[in-house]
């Protein structure tokens, strides 16, 4: 099979072991993004597969309409919300998504840009390189006040890195989230209210969904304190960058650190966060760690080779193989 993989930006899938599982097929890396349809497909013209990294590249309609070769997109994770998968059916193109999240890679990353933007290390280094000598004091965590919204697989991870450091740490979400929280013996406020204003630190691990989108709204953001800090490396979209940017120059929260935006990547430095001296921005890097890759694209990798042996696993859109069978 000739496989193209999108948006693999560092080239890395050929340097990872699972690379090994597409012996015999032709391979293609795509590193840079492609926004435009008619641009994407042709890229994709002459492809019998196409992995998807994550919810990087968008496959719309407009886009699965122009695929002329390809007959099946595999994505890594379950999450196929970016593809119009009724359009892929459609066409005869299977989707196939599977395997399982490492929620210590993000939980772990959540706590390096946490003290990073508390402890100024960005700045202080770039100010080092340049002739400099310290010009900031940091925060430690001890003994201040962690909020924890969503206590999920990640959640439950960062409250316990909290716990470890000896933080306060409070817990807010749906009834099953503050009920497992409680459970695992920590604290949930009172009020959603008393959740935002009583944190030093509040950071966010819900996944973006129709109930989630905009969820942290900018009544929440002005109920922190001007010394507060909001990390964000869930999705954007659980609070959108324009809300967020807006309350940070109003001075609620004073800090933020963020990896994830409303339209990614962000090239250009077109994002209004990046122009904002009390917020920390990095690009996605979450996930973004040799074994998470492993797992994710090892999965995708299975998938194209169990259709090409005609046995194809975790599809998400069975009727699309009744769909080429009637028609190959």
Request: aromatic fraction near 6%; include cysteine; glycine fraction near 8%.
């Amino acid at each position: 099979m000739r496989i193209a993989i999108l948006d693999d930006y560092q080239d890395a899938a050929r340097t990872l072991a699972c690379f090994s599982k597409l012996r015999g097929h032709a391979f293609t890396s795509i590193t840079e993004h492609v926004r435009d349809p008619a641009l994407l497909a042709a890229r994709l013209e002459g492809m019998d597969a196409v992995v998807l990294i994550q919810q990087r590249c968008r496959m719309p309609r407009e886009v699965i309409e122009r695929l002329s070769t390809v007959k099946l997109i595999s994505q890594t994770g379950r999450n196929v919300s970016h593809i119009d998968v009724a359009a892929c059916t459609e066409r005869g193109i299977t989707v196939c998504a599977g395997g399982t999240s490492n929620s210590h890679t993000t939980a772990e990353f959540t706590w390096a840009l946490l003290l990073a933007a508390l402890r100024h290390v960005p700045r202080e280094a770039q100010a080092l390189k340049a002739g400099h000598w310290q010009s900031t004091l940091g925060t430690q965590l001890h003994g201040r006040t962690l909020g924890v919204y969503a206590f999920g697989k990640i959640g439950s991870l960062v409250a316990g890195y909290g716990r470890a450091f000896g933080m306060k740490v409070l817990c807010w979400g749906r009834e099953g989230s503050t009920e497992r929280a409680r459970q695992a013996g920590f604290e949930v406020p009172a009020s959603r209210e008393a959740f935002f204003e009583s944190c030093d630190i509040v950071t966010l691990h819900l996944p973006l969904n129709k109930e989630t989108r905009g969820i942290v709204t900018s009544a929440d953001l002005a109920r922190m304190q001007p010394h507060a800090l909001l990390v964000n490396t869930s999705r954007a979209g659980l609070i959108g960058d324009r809300v967020l940017a807006a309350a940070l120059e109003q001075g609620r929260p004073g800090r933020a650190a963020v990896d994830v935006y409303d339209d990614e990547p962000v090239l250009g430095a077109d994002n209004p966060l990046l122009q904002l001296d009390n917020c920390l921005c990095t690009p996605h890097l979450g996930y973004v760690e040799r074994d998470t890759y492993e797992r994710y694209i090892g999965t995708a990798f299975d998938q194209v080779t169990a259709f090409a042996a005609g046995k194809p696993i975790n599809v998400v859109n069975p009727e699309a193989l009744d769909t080429t069978k009637s028609t190959g």
